[in-house]
């Protein structure tokens, strides 16, 4: 049994469908055209699962949590069962927004224009004057219009499709590729969002390749290998991506031969190994590593690394969630970016980079090899781009693709012609005109 279970931890994870990506030439209407713009938001944004709230931030029955994308807004509330529910933030009387706080805990959700009532289930309990209502008592008959809802990971999805697939449906490979984490009961280290004047797809485009890495982040070269054979490249049948990028040692780029760095170093040092030890077969790092994690991390409380290969200790698994996800996981840790497009104007979005760290890392107080006070959940620090810095790596990407909008707008701009590893970029624009053209919705098992 024992050798069975070392077996299986050293595999890599299976390879996912790829599907032919036909080319595609996005040209910069797409991101700046508005009758584009409404036919994304009418065909595929409501149709499609979102990842919108955090399982524990609504706790407790009658806790809340409200979160926008595009001119809607969504109510997530904790049932007395456990479960969640979500609703349109929308009074059935006039129309008027319920909640405008982010989060909190309500007894009821009472509209603030003239105090119609609804209980948790979205249920219409009390109205002024009902016999002034000729048509009839309205909580006879209205409630709040409800939104399809799924938990899964910790996180609560959300579709505005009534008719929709289940969510493990549309998630397709990525439901048991990400259940080997069980972040489910991660804190959040990090909140930091933005408005950036830029079209939510030319992010998403960011983070569906890596061929922009030796520019625009050079300080990570040193230890991150973005090409291959030690990067992989993966495309679901139903517009997911995923990269798998070897870590845990220099990388193959690296001028006059490979040398142990920062933040390599620190790594090696967290796990009790010297830099010395590995001259000449710097590359031997990653394996030993792997093998000190699953030596010294049951002894420090990591228990779920049991459950993970070993190319899930050290190798980033980047994942591109359709349409707006785009999902980072490490060892201990997760982050999440994601886009949402403005509710007017296509040349805007709003940009969340979170973080969110394992109890394990927490109870340790360590986190990236380097030490972690963690004092609560973050609150989301909402700024303006360019009002304060995000951190490094955001504010390089979010520099670079704010730039580029700028470009896409130009009557001199003929196109995208892609390179081979930017073809999950072609992929996620093919969806997108899938959704627009009817095609999808469909079976997640399709060719």
């Not at 009074?91 to 609804?118: E, M």
């Not at 979005?349 to 963690?374: K, M």
């Not at 896409?408 to 996620?428: F, H, M, N, V, W």
């Amino acid at each position: 049994m024992a050798t069975k279970v070392a077996d299986w931890r050293s595999e890599q994870a299976p390879p996912w469908a790829q599907p032919e990506v036909p080319p595609h030439k996005m040209e910069g209407s797409r991101y700046t055209d508005r009758g584009f713009f409404a036919d994304e938001w009418e065909h595929m944004w409501t149709n499609v699962w979102l990842l919108l709230g955090r399982e524990s931030e609504i706790p407790e029955p009658g806790d809340f949590q409200v979160e926008d994308v595009g001119p809607e807004s969504i109510i997530m509330v904790r049932q007395k069962d456990g479960s969640v529910k979500a609703f349109y933030n929308a009074c059935q009387h006039r129309g008027s927004r319920l909640l405008f706080a982010d989060k909190g805990h309500v007894d009821n959700i009472v509209c603030p224009y003239h105090s119609w009532t609804y209980a948790w289930d979205g249920e219409l309990t009390y109205v002024q004057d009902p016999e002034d209502f000729s048509g009839g008592n309205p909580c006879d008959d209205l409630s709040l219009v409800e939104v399809a809802c799924e938990t899964f990971c910790g996180w609560v999805w959300v579709n505005m499709n009534p008719d929709c697939e289940s969510l493990e449906e549309y998630l397709g490979p990525v439901w048991e590729d990400w259940q080997a984490w069980q972040p489910d009961g991660w804190r959040r280290m990090t909140a930091i969002s933005a408005w950036v004047p830029c079209n939510w797809k030319v992010i998403q485009d960011n983070f569906c390749e890596s061929y922009h890495l030796l520019t625009v982040h050079p300080q990570l070269t040193a230890n991150i290998e973005e090409g291959v054979p030690w990067t992989r490249f993966d495309m679901s049948h139903e517009g997911h991506n995923r990269m798998v990028m070897q870590g845990g040692m220099p990388s193959h780029r690296q001028e006059g031969g490979p040398e142990i760095v920062s933040p390599l170093l620190e790594q090696l040092d967290m796990w009790e190994l010297k830099a010395d030890d590995f001259k000449g077969r710097e590359f031997d790092t990653r394996r030993a590593i792997q093998q000190q994690m699953r030596s010294l991390g049951p002894k420090r409380g990591y228990a779920h690394y049991d459950r993970l290969r070993d190319e899930r200790l050290t190798d980033p698994h980047h994942f591109n969630i359709f349409p707006n996800c785009s999902v980072t996981f490490a060892a201990d840790s997760v982050l999440l970016q994601r886009m949402r497009p403005d509710p007017l104007d296509p040349q805007r979005c709003r940009f969340d980079h979170w973080v969110y760290v394992s109890p394990e890392s927490i109870e340790a107080g360590i986190f990236r090899s380097g030490r972690l006070e963690f004092t609560g959940d973050a609150e989301v620090n909402m700024i303006e781009y360019g009002d304060a810095p995000m951190g490094m790596v955001p504010d390089q990407d979010i520099g670079t693709t704010a730039g580029q909008q700028l470009g896409l707008r130009s009557r001199g701009y003929r196109g995208a012609r892609l390179a081979d590893q930017e073809s999950r970029i072609a992929r996620l624009h093919h969806v997108i005109d899938e959704y627009i053209s009817g095609e999808r919705p469909r079976a997640s098992n399709a060719d």
